[in-house]
């Protein structure tokens, strides 16, 4: 995969392929966005850029250091996550550790800490001493959803990329070029994304369309004066956690939908265009 095959974000891929060009890599990164739209597949590109061993601004994905980064045991690339809730202490000082020794293939050594919100305080102290004392060869970059969560001393000592929501129309190309959805299915499933490629992959596997299709139907049949029916209807979300939520959030887009049309009359501003 090129820079290229990366959908939407050309302004933040212009921004990684300039400091490659240049040789100027900040020490440390914060890409931050909403969930799956795209930071951890940008994030892993660019660590495969910049160990490619034919020196470009992209990778070429046939050298050996690029074959070993598309298989996942490359050396010099890392990722660390939450063991459990958090990412602990002792996940720190093993990369820190790591650090101290020169990457294997001569070239940077990347750290990738996915969900860096999520690191507990005494992580998240140790990682600030790493990011306060740089080493040339070594590299970090900090996914999160949540900025705000993470303390401002390590905010401030790290170069930031935002990844905006992507719009309806790429989402919806995606589905069907990679997924081969039809058009009616894409378009529905990216407006319902929030701009999240990876959310609406998961919706593909969820059958959501399926889903929302049931509770729109039996949202019908309440009547507006019986609370039997309004009971019967929330006790069909069930108990398991997440499912209540992603039913909750096709309600929330239904009512929304209801307050968009109510003030402007405008069907290509709904969610559920059908």
Do not use: W
Request: hydrophobic share 40%; with cysteine.
């Amino acid at each position: 995969m090129s820079f290229n095959e990366i959908f939407g974000h050309e302004k933040q891929i212009a921004i990684l392929k300039s400091v490659i060009e240049n040789n100027r890599i900040p020490h440390a990164y914060l890409f931050y966005g909403m969930p799956g739209v795209g930071k951890h597949t940008t994030a892993s590109h660019f660590a495969r850029a910049l160990n490619c061993r034919q020196k470009g601004t992209d990778a070429c994905d046939q050298c050996p250091s690029c074959v070993k980064a598309i298989h996942g045991n490359h050396p010099d690339i890392i990722t660390v996550k939450a063991d459990g809730q958090f990412i602990r202490i002792k996940d720190i000082r093993d990369i820190q550790e790591r650090m101290t020794f020169k990457p294997f293939g001569g070239g940077r050594r990347i750290i990738l800490v996915v969900d860096a919100d999520r690191m507990n305080i005494e992580a998240a102290n140790a990682l600030l001493k790493t990011l306060e004392e740089p080493s040339p060869s070594n590299n970090m970059i900090l996914l999160t959803s949540r900025p705000h969560m993470l303390p401002m001393t390590i905010l401030s000592r790290c170069q930031h990329v935002r990844f905006n929501p992507l719009s309806v129309v790429l989402v919806a190309s995606f589905l069907k070029e990679r997924m081969s959805l039809d058009d009616n299915s894409a378009n529905l499933l990216a407006s319902s994304s929030g701009g999240s490629i990876g959310r609406a992959q998961e919706m593909t596997k969820e059958s959501y369309i399926d889903m929302r299709n049931e509770m729109l139907a039996e949202l019908e049949n309440i009547l507006a004066n019986d609370p039997v029916s309004i009971l019967s209807f929330a006790d069909n979300f069930g108990k398991d956690k997440s499912g209540v939520m992603k039913k909750l959030d096709i309600l929330k887009g239904c009512y929304r939908d209801v307050l968009v049309f109510k003030e402007t009359e405008d069907k290509r501003l709904l969610i559920n265009q059908d």
